[in-house]
Structures are given as structure tokens and as C-alpha cells.
């Protein structure tokens, strides 16, 4: 069947095994839906053939050449699904995530809701990326509730054999890392993501576009989004859910690699010794792994009807930019508080001061609380009524090397090194978002507090959104309006006179100041900031030849980084990582500071992180007073 041209006998021959399909599913199983003869309805549908006229005018070249070259690239790309190796490849994954984890925790309901609400709709699975084992441990849950697998896109750095040929048959369908500029590669891709949307087969990718180095949830890419949001568009299906998904794992093997790329350290290839590698080193055994469903996200509601003729592409952009974020956010909100990453965030904020078990059991009674008022989103082992409970977390933290532990003395005593501060901050970096606000606010608080400021209530909310925008390629923010309603969420709860005292200003800026219960901005914001300060040197230092090499300025704000952090000009070990060079690299570029003649702006942007890090230097010898008894 050729869109029209085949004759009669080939498509009685199709409409034949697609009966012989369904048949057989009724038999074996809702698990088993999965497409069929996908190259010939793919390059029969009208929306290809329309594509295809397109690149012919376009690229002056024979269309059928055109059609054949689309076509190699279809089977290149296409996941092929046999039933035989989806039940391999569920059995392999179930092994493999035992031998690692002792559990997966989720919601049966949180899953079930998803497919309830796209019964006529695309349903998309939006994970987020912190290991290999994510398309098996979600995987497992889909088979284990007798769903379908999800058409995944994969990297094709993961096609080697067997791994592609087993990954494929299961599902996944492989994705070319640069293909921007092969019109006829887009088209083919294009085309097979619209035909899947039709006929509502459920896919799965990572927003994230990779594997998070740093355990925060990484800005996202939006080539697959749009692609889906264009087959809504132009009619595809009536709706498309987006279900963001949160897999959180007690502690990961790749962390320590993950350290080292941050260090500058080159990523390893792909291959099968390396899969060997991995395999071998989940028998250590990890802890639990926990999933979260959150509530899916309609695009229709979000975009309007399709159709609507012509739009402009900037629009285009920025809607799908929308959806990112609004998943992101979402995926944010559902990601659960560990035992791993709260006693990491706490060894973490004692700066490089070792913690005996006592003290880090009174540190997380604070943190603890912080969580319950807010009824923030935890994982069911999070228990820490008894030190016992705090000393399985840490021993499990000290036999993967994140943690170090001195006998000496009278009692154990435990620290986070700087060598050891970027596998520790991993685990709690992905939990870091939750106490953002907070710890804006106290800095933000610090500024309105300077003598002879006149206003502090206007210098607060002012610096509240200079704070944000500074933060804006690390977190994922609200909108203004509802960013200031969170703020002033938070002042209520830390104190309920807050207004009152800022509209007097002065002293009573600080004592809203010394209400809050726990001081967080130094182990929230310390790493982040330090990191962007030393970006803000380098960038002073270099010329407009430099500027537009980022591989060297980061390679140079690493080796300054480190060499301050030996000196102790900046605190943080976790500062050192390539990832957050790169974002003040992307701040800087967005606020234009990369371009030639822009000297003067640098400076002033560097005295502006500079003040940051002062504020958090007040703020941590608060702290340090309060804890030793000077300050209540």
C-alpha cells in the first residue's frame, strides 16, 4: 500500500494482519499494542508526501530520490517491536534493577490516572534522566501494569550491539545528537512522530535531552516537544497529555563519574565493556528507587484548537517554551525529599566542619521540620526520629566514598571533603529547589537592611527580582506575580509581623532576618554564587577573542575555581563543576556580556556577585553564632 497507488492485493494484505493484530491482543494482552508495517503507513500518509513535495522544491533535487533517501533514514531511525523481546528485555530490566535497588516505590493510582486521562488522547512521558537503569525501572512499572511499552527516543551513541538491537525491538527508536542541518532527516523523523501521535501510541524522552551531571533538573530541549506540538497542530489527535515523571534513586553508581566530568574530566564512550561495567558495579547495592507520576498536562488547554492556519514561528517558540517549563515546574514539585539528600544538605551546610552523629541529628530535626511545615514531598523511609536511622543513611553515604568518616576521639565524627563535595552536593542538588525562596528572601532581607536605605519594603522586593534574575539559568522560577506570592508565603510563615517591620526598615529588617528558621542561603546559594564570581573574574580578564570560546572559558574558570578553593577565597568544593561555569556563561550571554565593547558591563557584573557573596557571608556567621549559643 503506497498512499493510494498500491493496488487492491497489498491492501487486503494489510487489513489482513491488522486484524491478525488485534486478535492476537485480545489474547496476550493490552502489553503486547505495538505498531505494525510503520514504514509503509509512515511514507503513505498524506502529511509525509506533503513534506516530501516540500523538500523536493526546496532542495531542486528528483523526488524520488528524496523519498528513498527519507526512507533509509526511517529504518535508521523506527523502533521494530517484537513481543518476544519486550518480555526479554522487561525481564533483563526487572534483574538488573533488583540486583541494585531493594524496591521501586510508587503509586499504582498516580499511573493509572495518567491513562485515564488520555483514553482518546497521545499520552507522552516526560522522566527525569539521573541514570541508565530510567527506562527500565519505567519500563518495569508499564509491564508490570499490563501497559504497553512507551516508544522511547534514545541517543544513537546507544545503538552498539546487542544493546541497540535489543533496545530497539523494545521500543526505542534512535535519534541522530545533530542533524540541524538534513532537511530530509527532520522530515523522516517529523513524519514518524506525527504517524505515532495518530495513532495515539505512547512515547517517553527526556526533557532534559542527558543524564543530569550535577543532580538538578537541567534546563530542557525542546526539539521532540515541538515536534509533537506541531503534529497537534495540524490535526494529528484532538489532545496530547504531557505526564511528568520524577525517578529518584537513594544514591546512584555514576555519581563519582559524574563528579569527575564536572572537574573537567572527559566523558567515556559508550559501548558494551562499559554497559559490562555498570552491570557489575549495581551488586553493591543502592538503596531504593522512587517514582513519581504528577498530574499530566494538557496541550490543548494549554495551546487552544488546533489548527488555526499560518502562525508565526516566534510564537510557535515560545509556546513550546511554556510547556517545558510548566513540566519542569511540575516535575519539580513531585520529586520527593530523600534520606540520602537531606543528610547530604546538612553535612553540606556545616561548611568543612566535621559532624559527630549527635549534631547532625539535631541539624536535621531543623531541616526536617522546614519540610513538615511546608509538606514538601518526601519518600516514605524519610525517618529520622532515632540516631540509628540517621547512621544507616550516613554508613551507606561512607561505603560509596561521598562521605568520610574519623574514628579517632571519642566519637565518630563524619565530613563531606572538597574532593567528595560534588558527589555529596549531586544528592542534594536534587532536592535544592525547595529552599530557594527562603534563602533569596534572606539576602534580599540583607540588602533592605544596609544603612541609609529609605524604602526597605521597595529595596526588598526590588532585590527580591534582581535575585531571581540572577538565579535564573540554575532554577526554574514562577512567574513574577506568583514568584512574589511565594515570597510572601514564606515570610508569613518565618514571621507573621514581616510587613510591618520592613515598612519601618532599619532594625527590624533584620530581626525578620533573625526569625528565620534555618538560615539556608549559604548552603542553598553559596556553591552557585562562588561558581558565578569566579566566571565574573574571568570574564573581566579576557578579550574579545576569548569571549567566544566557551570551552576555554571554562576550562579557565575551572582551574581558577580550584585554585581559590586551595586558597580559601571561595567555600565551596561543589563550586568547582563544569555545569554551573556554564550556566554564568549563559547568563552572561543573555545579558549580553559576551559581546565586544561590553567591559564596562562585566565589571559591573562581577561587583554584583561580588555583593552576593557577601551577603552570604553575614548570613553564614549568623548562623555559626546562632549555633553556638551567642544568638537564640
Known sequence: MRGGDGSLAELVVLRAWLTLERAERRVRGTRYKVPRFIH???????EFRSRLDGLTKSLDRPKLEVARQAARYLREIAATHSPFVIDLVAGLGR??????YRSINYDPTELARSYAKAERDSLIFLPTHKSYLDHLVLGHLLYENQRPPNHTAGG?????FPVGWLLRRAGVFFIRRSFKDNPVYKAALRSYIYYLVEKRFSLEWYLEGKRSRSGKLLSPRYGLLSYVTDA????????????????????????ADYAAEERGGVKSRESLGKMIGFVRRLRRGWGTITVRFGEPLSIAAELGPAGGGERDPENIQLEVQKLAFEICVRTNQITPITPTSLVTLALLGSGRRAMSLPELTDALAEFVAFVETRQLPTTSSLRFDRPSQVLAVVDALVRTGAVARFEEGPEPIYLISPDTALQAAYYRNTIVH????????????????RPGVKEAITVFWDECMRLRDLMKFEFFFADKDAYRRQVEAELDRQDPLWSFRLEKGGEDVKAVLAEFRPLSSPWVLRPFVEAYSVVAQVLEQANVEELTDRKKLVGRSLSLAKHQLLQGRIQSGDAVAASLMGSALDLAANRRLLEAGSEAARRVFAAEVADVVTRIEAVAALAAARRSGLLG
Open 156 to 160: 544513537i551513541n546507544m545503538g552498539f
Open 232 to 255: 497537534y497542530r495540524r490535526g494529528a489527535t484532538e489532545d496530547i497529555q504531557l505526564v511528568p515523571v520524577s525517578i529518584s534513586y537513594d544514591q546512584i553508581q555514576d555519581v
Open 40 to 46: 509503509q503507513h509512515v511514507l503513505s500518509q498524506p
Open 434 to 449: 525547595f529552599f530557594v525562596t527562603p534563602a533569596l528572601a534572606e539576602l534580599a532581607l540583607l540588602a533592605a537592611a
Open 95 to 100: 534483574l538488573l534493577v533488583r540486583q541494585g
